[in-house]
């Protein structure tokens, strides 16, 4: 008997079929099967809303969707780990009774070309023995950075939470909201005051070099704040996205990532499980051509690929704000300052993604043994320099031939991805520019050179690798668009750059959701608070809509 | 039988040579006068997650254990037992307390029946005295089996593909085993019992090997556990694991009624959630006429599990400035519980006391098992609760809850 994988949407209890919608109209339609969608569908159907939720691909999850790409080998095709998944959203759609299980990264592992290697554990203690055999000092000083970024945190974990605050608006929600920002501000200390400043401005290379004085150190932590983004560790910019990794929940720092039981499909069909439990009804294989306006400019439903027309009284889109507004709605549809805006809104992708089904577990040369060590996520950034050269090559129009890796192997942790005794490794990539110099649309002839490319550099550290692939898939930014629907290959549906966070994400005064073009709303990675699976878009953005009164 | 061991207490287990070289956390605790590990590594989550989504294996051999035979094994156990005994067919497990003449519970445990008038108790106290006292005149032979028999629980969702691999000599095949059956078998060539139970609320079961095979068995399973992500786990994962599962435990959320001083501490099977083990009309079993009469007169206490509102938790903490926290442990103190007033703000009369609770990583809930005035058990309804935070007393608003907390399909299917 071989049992159907629970990811196969052949699967009897696959929470998405590709069937004809079940009625006419809807209360509101999700365009986009993703889990922002997901999350989105499930509290409007909680609300009693009548939903339908529209997925182009045959399969539910958008870019966090697990699929059995080898026999027996469930890959996180795109999305590889989940970090700061809103808890409140777990509890509220009863998450974890339809599946939702996440297994806490227990460290992070920096492998050196020179045959050391740094371990970053969740254990205080074991964090300051490694980091001293490098620095003693930094040993010292790390906790107190983990401290400070603790109190910092405690700003973003309130900005993540909440619907952005409009500045431009005099509504008293609008003004509570920032006055609730202002009060953290001002219980900070000044030098707290100082740091934060300082975190929204400096690279993420100055602002740990005001901390740690060792690179095996300083490299690994600084890559968190380019992950997503086309730039580089020494871009201004880049410490903001530093703090994303101290917002721990209550599990614990460095707890606040870790992997889906059965991959990052796992949270989205969990999703969709609670949505349908709610009521939801959920379509695949049902691509939507365009957002369809009334006679009054308001959006009164879609058309989907197949030419069919369903209506509904509210559009919700989970597609990127360039798609949703350019590709659905039509550009002849918007005021001028606003396409404006939204043709100037970053996308361009810089990464990629390859996945290995792996015969049997490969030994690193720093640390031999598949020991807890290699159970957390595995960076591939010796040095500071190295990740800036990767940038370089980027910035011109080519893959980083040694480019930054971000490794895991969730089936070290999780039995269920990959047959006993064979694993899943999946291993993120950056940089990996959409625009090539060839331009995208020749990433496919270049996708193998690019596999090859990403082997090469994990195979200086991990020398049996090679002999232990039984099948390798490789991601490049112009897939991820393609088959995956994310505009440029962004993984985030934006850059997550400072200036285009917050009521700037997607554009100034149209950051709450809702958009230029009535009865249409946005509630995916591109609106606030941007991109990671964490679900809070598509809640906030439910629970701003049915606020609101127009559902 | 000849003790064993003449050494201080606490005393190494059946596994303890294999245990002890994994226990690198060197964290230990007394469990009935063995060495029982607490966690394996300095932190017990890794522990707690294997049970969740591969595998753990927790030496359970401190269990007290007693072998019934003979033609009144069935008789003195109906007796004894709130359940039927005579309904349990061979090859078959029950979970089942036992009370005195006045209907209050001196302890829980399972029954199987290993066929051939031939049974085995598990509990968590000495039961010894207590299964002969109520022995006499009947055809009986009880052996304690607690030093001989090495107990592991394998818990977790690939504990049926890694038995499937290793178990030889089997009736059926290990994947025709439903919950809380079980069969005999051999694993490394020695004889064993495998039973579908466990204290997990999970996929999981128990294998039962005499005490010279311990080891191998030990070897075999923790061999082939290396494909199926088998992690040896501790009681601190254990505990949070069973309060998830909603497991009352003797001598924490309730006392035995052998110990208690007062009768006040004593407490009925219906106060603790465990009417349903209780067949009361057929022949005579102890407590049954006390147990009649509170049925007809109603209880004292309810058994519950209670959900903390987790806005209220937060909003104490962050009054001080401080992320909220909960400890990775389970706890188990008691705590007082009060009837709401004015709009569920604040508190009113005392009505009840949590008993131990848990932050569930998997639910992201703050759960407590509690024992609370009847009128209050509904699930839905709404208490307060006690919660220290930063040294100051305050409470918060908790929720009644139907307990298993946490129920996967896998654990019956």
């Given amino acids: ?551 | 039988m000849v003790p064993r061991f003449f050494t201080a207490m606490p005393i190494p287990t059946p596994f303890h040579t294999r245990t002890q070289a994994l226990c690198t956390s060197m964290f230990w605790k007394d469990w009935a006068g063995y060495y029982a590990v607490r966690s394996f590594d300095t932190c017990h989550e890794r522990e707690y997650y294997a049970v969740r989504h591969a595998v753990g294996l927790f030496d359970v051999s401190p269990l007290f254990k007693y072998d019934v035979r003979g033609e009144g094994a069935m008789a003195l156990l109906s007796r004894v037992m709130t359940r039927d005994i005579s309904k349990l067919r061979p090859g078959r497990v029950t979970y089942c307390c036992w009370c005195d003449d006045d209907g209050k519970v001196m302890d829980d445990g399972t029954v199987s029946n290993l066929g051939d008038d031939h049974y085995r108790v598990t509990a968590a106290e000495p039961t010894y005295g207590w299964l002969c006292r109520n022995a006499r005149g009947l055809p009986v032979e009880i052996t304690e089996t607690t030093d001989d028999i090495g107990s592991l629980a394998l818990q977790g969702p690939t504990s049926r593909a890694l038995l499937s691999e290793i178990v030889a000599d089997t009736k059926k095949p290990i994947e025709k085993l439903r919950f809380f059956r079980l069969l005999k078998a051999t694993i490394a060539g020695h004889p064993v019992i495998i039973s579908r139970t466990g204290y997990t609320g999970d996929l999981g079961y128990e294998v039962w090997v005499s005490r010279e095979h311990a080891l191998d068995v030990w070897d075999q399973i923790y061999a082939a556990g290396r494909r199926h992500g088998l992690v040896p786990a501790g009681l601190d994962a254990l505990d949070v694991t069973r309060i998830e599962a909603g497991f009352i435990m003797n001598g924490v959320d309730y006392q035995s009624a052998h110990h208690c001083l007062i009768e006040s501490r004593k407490c009925s099977p219906f106060e603790l959630g465990l009417g349903w083990t209780v067949d009361l009309d057929r022949p005579g079993f102890n407590g049954q006429a006390a147990l009649r009469r509170e049925l007809a007169n109603g209880s004292t206490w309810a058994t519950v599990g209670l959900e903390l509102d987790w806005d209220e938790y937060e909003a104490h903490f962050t009054e001080f400035g401080l992320p909220p926290h909960v400890s990775s442990s389970a706890w188990r103190t008691s705590i007082p519980l009060y009837a709401p007033r004015r709009g569920g703000r604040v508190n009113g009369r005392q009505i009840g006391y949590a008993t131990s609770g848990a932050w569930s990583p998997l639910l992201k809930k703050n759960l407590a098992i509690a024992t609370i005035e009847p009128k209050f058990q509904v699930p839905g309804t709404r208490i307060r609760i006690e919660v220290t935070v930063e040294h100051e007393r305050r409470s918060v608003a908790a929720t009644v809850r139907e307990t298993p907390f946490f129920n996967p399909p896998r654990k019956r299917a």
């Fill in chain 1, 1 to 551: 008997m071989v049992a159907i994988n629970p990811f196969n949407p052949a699967h009897p209890d696959y929470p998405g079929r590709p069937d004809k919608p079940s009625r006419s109209s809807y209360d509101a339609i999700v365009i986009g099967g993703g889990h922002n969608g997901l999350v989105a569908a499930a509290y409007l159907a909680r609300a009693g809303r009548s939903v339908l939720v529209l997925e182009k691909r045959p399969v539910l999850g958008g870019a966090a969707v697990s699929e059995e790409v080898f026999p027996g080998f469930t890959f996180s095709v795109c999305s590889y780990v989940v970090s700061l998944f809103r808890p409140h959203i777990v509890r509220e759609l009863e998450l974890a009774k339809h599946g939702f299980e996440l297994i806490p990264l227990e460290c992070s592992f920096t492998p050196q070309p020179d045959g050391d290697a740094l371990v970053r554990w969740a254990d205080s203690a074991r964090t300051r023995q490694e980091i001293s055999r490098f620095s003693r000092k930094d040993a010292e000083i790390y906790p107190e950075f983990g401290l400070a970024m603790s109190k910092l945190s405690q700003f973003a974990k309130a900005i993540i939470d909440n619907p952005a605050p409009d500045p431009n608006a005099i509504r008293p929600r609008e003004i509570a909201k920032l006055l609730r920002l202002g009060k953290i501000m001002q219980d900070f200390d000044g030098d707290t005051r100082h740091l934060n400043l300082k975190l929204m401005t400096s690279s993420a290379v100055d602002f740990l070099d005001q901390w740690f004085e060792s690179e095996v150190l300083k490299s690994p932590m600084s890559v968190s704040g380019i992950i997503g983004t086309f730039l580089g560790v020494r871009s201004p910019g880049t410490a903001y996205v530093l703090l994303h990794h101290y917002m721990g929940e209550i599990d614990g720092a460095y707890r606040a990532w870790g992997f889906a039981r059965g991959g990052t499909g796992g949270v989205s069909l969990a999703c969709a499980r609670s949505a349908r439990s709610f009521g939801a009804e959920i379509l695949t294989c049902a691509g939507v051509s365009q957002v369809n306006l009334g006679p009054d400019g308001r959006a009164c439903g879609v058309v989907l690929e197949n030419g069919d027309v369903i209506n509904a009284r509210t559009v919700v889109s989970a597609v990127d704000p360039r798609r949703t507004f350019f590709g659905l709605v039509g550009k002849q549809n918007l005021d001028d300052e606003f396409a404006t805006q939204i043709s100037r809104y970053k996308l361009r992708g810089s990464s990629g993604k390859v996945n290995l089904a792996l015969d049997r577990f490969p030994d690193f040369t720093a640390r031999p043994g598949d020991g807890p060590h290699v159970r957390g996520d595995i960076a591939i950034a010796p040095s500071i320099d190295y990740l800036e050269r990767a940038y370089d090559q980027a910035k011109y129009g080519d893959f980083s031939e040694r480019p930054y890796l971000n490794v895991v192997i969730p089936s070290l942790s999780d039995p269920s991805v990959a047959p006993p005794g064979k694993h899943v490794m999946s291993i993120f990539v950056q940089y990996a520019p959409y625009e090539i110099k060839e331009g995208p649309e020749f990433w496919p002839q270049r996708r193998e050179a690019f596999g090859d490319a990403v082997i090469d550099t994990l195979s200086e550290y991990c020398p049996g690798l090679k002999d232990s692939i039984l099948h390798r898939q490789v991601i490049t930014p112009w897939d991820l668009e393609q088959e995956y629907g994310l505009g440029e290959g962004n993984i985030f549906h934006g850059e997550l750059s400072v200036e285009q966070l917050l009521f700037l994400r997607p554009a100034a005064g149209w950051a709450n959701y809702k958009t230029p073009v009535p009865g249409l709303w946005m509630c995916a990675s591109g609106t606030h608070p941007g991109g990671g699976v964490m679900g809070a878009p598509g809640e906030l953005a439910a629970k701003t809509l049915l606020r609101s009164g127009e559902l």
